[in-house]
């Protein structure tokens, strides 16, 4: 056998591993989306079987009319809302923090950037009691405001990711911007913002994510159904004391998953240049 030929083997093999651990990875979302063709009483019953033995294409009407009088419609408008309130919020204020930190020297900032990096060690589970009575003072249960405003603070694996962008841009840049009259608010709109845009649409990417499918703070802090996002109302489809309509809420979950699916197949090569050009390793 020659090399040419043993190359051609080793490359068919590869990527037949590499379509099997990729075909395992993704079942579940296709027997989601098959799942939500069937009827709500075979779901469970027939795991086994992939394909439906009668397509019901009703399970996505019966889902969107949502319950309560409130349709999907008005969940996935919450949930977008939501979202892109607080990703707006997380990049703004994550650039402005790590331009501040790795651009502008100021007493203390050492300190400051110890006690940021900190908070990615404390669980999020020990914030939940705390945050919610300041919140319940505040006025604000029941609202989109718990959902959102705390992003506009930033987040530090944002920040970091960031500075870790910015330290990567020459020094130069920024004594050029200043001998042309330029102050720190004109250097970070100017020069450094044109700069960080993989940094930016990486950290919105994520954050797009994470808020989009935050199921814990929806569910601690919005009360009505007419307030509900998606990932909500989509565990109230699942009633444990009742007759659960499975199928509505896998074709629910399935449109649930096209803004997610649509955003990384037109932003992947974001993630890669942003990551890859912030110098972390994963």
């Known amino acids: 056998m020659t090399r040419a030929h043993k190359t051609f083997l080793h490359t068919v093999l590869f990527h037949l591993i590499i379509c099997g651990i990729g075909f395992i ?3 579940p979302l296709i027997w989601m989306c098959f799942s939500s063709f069937k009827e709500s009483s075979l779901v469970l019953t027939t ?14 009407a019966n889902g969107w009319a949502g319950f309560g009088g409130t349709t999907f419609k008005t969940f996935f408008k919450n949930s977008i809302v939501v979202t892109c309130i607080s990703v707006l919020g997380n990049v703004i204020a994550s650039a402005m923090a790590a331009f501040g930190f790795a651009r502008i020297p100021f007493k203390g900032r050492n ?12 669980p999020s589970q020990v914030l939940v009691v705390p945050q919610y009575i300041i919140f319940n003072k505040l006025g604000w249960v029941n609202s989109f405001l718990p959902l959102t405003v ?9 920040i970091f990711l ?9 020094r130069e840049l920024d004594e050029a911007a200043e001998i042309d009259g330029c102050g ?32 814990m703070g929806s569910l601690l ?26 199928g509505a809420m896998f074709a629910m979950c399935v449109l649930s998953l096209l803004p997610v699916i649509v955003l990384f197949l037109f932003t992947q090569r974001y993630i890669v240049e942003g990551i890859a050009m912030s110098g972390l390793k994963g």
């Open 111 to 122: 300190f400051f950037f110890i006690c940021m990096m900190i908070t990615l060690m404390i």
């Open 47 to 60: 795991v086994d079987h992939l394909l439906p033995e009668a397509w019901r294409f009703e399970n996505y």
């Open 25 to 27: 990875m993704i079942y």
């Open 162 to 170: 960031i500075m870790q962008f910015i330290s990567g841009i020459p």
């Open 184 to 215: 720190k608010v004109q250097l970070f709109k100017r020069i450094m913002l044109p700069l960080i845009k993989p940094a930016l649409a990486t950290s919105a990417i994520f954050a797009f994510y994470w808020k989009w499918d935050d199921f």
């Open 150 to 158: 705390p992003e506009w603070g930033g987040r530090a694996f944002f």
């Open 221 to 246: 802090y919005l009360n009505t159904p007419e307030n509900y996002t998606v990932s909500i109302a989509l565990k109230l489809f699942c009633d444990p004391t009742t007759i659960s309509d499975y």
